[in-house]
């Protein structure tokens, strides 16, 4: 089982905004900054938010995130079939000393 | 542009040790700013970090994996490789090395990744 809890499966139509969630705890998401990645298939991980809501150069707008307390959103609006793919969440796990990450989520764009 | 690559066999026998080097180019590895991390995904299945150093030595083990794992850095050949010794078909994964901004930050750039499969 992750340390950080993902829904496994999200789902949209184009253009529909859906939102992705990872929850936590004190020791990891609540005292420590996350990041989220996207992974298309058969592709390595790429860095889609940082330090909990900043985008790397290159990332659009539309991809956005959120921290509150021990949980965390990733939102993606204008929803597009390219964005199919699935995304995690990490973090650092003060209590554990170890970096930890959401078991992820599929999201598919019907 | 920064350009990470991974290499080592992709094939190890059971109780053995597995060993990978990350090659990093377009860039330093001996910048203060960066750790050098390892992450793995079993076929399906979702990421898990393995273990990260910065470019002094300084280290972070995934505390399951700790008593198996060695990690280290080259400087002078911008290398950082992996060790996992007594692996088992569960270490059977896709390997990637990855730049980590701080020693808690993000991940921002990715090797392609290396399927070693642990089997006789």
């Known amino acids: 089982q992750s340390v950080l809890t993902q829904p496994p499966s999200a789902s949209g139509t184009p253009g529909q905004r859906v939102t992705i969630s990872c929850s936590g705890s004190s020791s990891n998401i609540g005292s420590n900054i996350i990041s989220w990645y996207q992974q298309l298939p058969r592709t390595a991980p790429k860095l889609l938010i940082y330090t909990n809501n900043q985008r790397p150069s290159g990332v659009p707008d539309r991809f956005s995130g959120s921290k509150s307390g021990t949980s965390a959103s990733l939102a993606i609006s204008g929803l597009q079939s390219e964005d199919e793919a699935d995304y995690y969440c990490a973090t650092w796990d003060g209590s554990l000393n170890s970096w930890v990450f959401g078991g992820g989520t599929k999201l598919t764009v019907l | ?120």
């Open chain 2, 1 to 120: 542009q920064l350009q990470l690559q991974e290499s080592g066999p992709g094939l190890v026998k059971p109780s053995e040790t597995l060993s990978l080097t990350c090659t990093v180019s377009g860039g330093s590895i001996s910048s203060s700013s960066y750790f050098w991390a390892w992450i793995r995904q079993p076929p399906g299945r979702g990421l898990g970090w393995i273990a990260s150093i910065s470019y002094s030595g300084s280290t972070y083990y995934n505390p399951s994996l700790k008593s198996r794992v060695a990690i280290s850095v080259d400087t002078s050949k911008n290398q950082f490789s992996l060790k996992l010794s007594s692996v088992i078909a569960a270490d059977t994964a896709v390997y990637y090395c990855a730049r980590l901004v701080g020693s808690h930050g993000g991940l921002d750039y990715w090797g392609q990744g290396t399927l070693v499969t642990v089997s006789s």
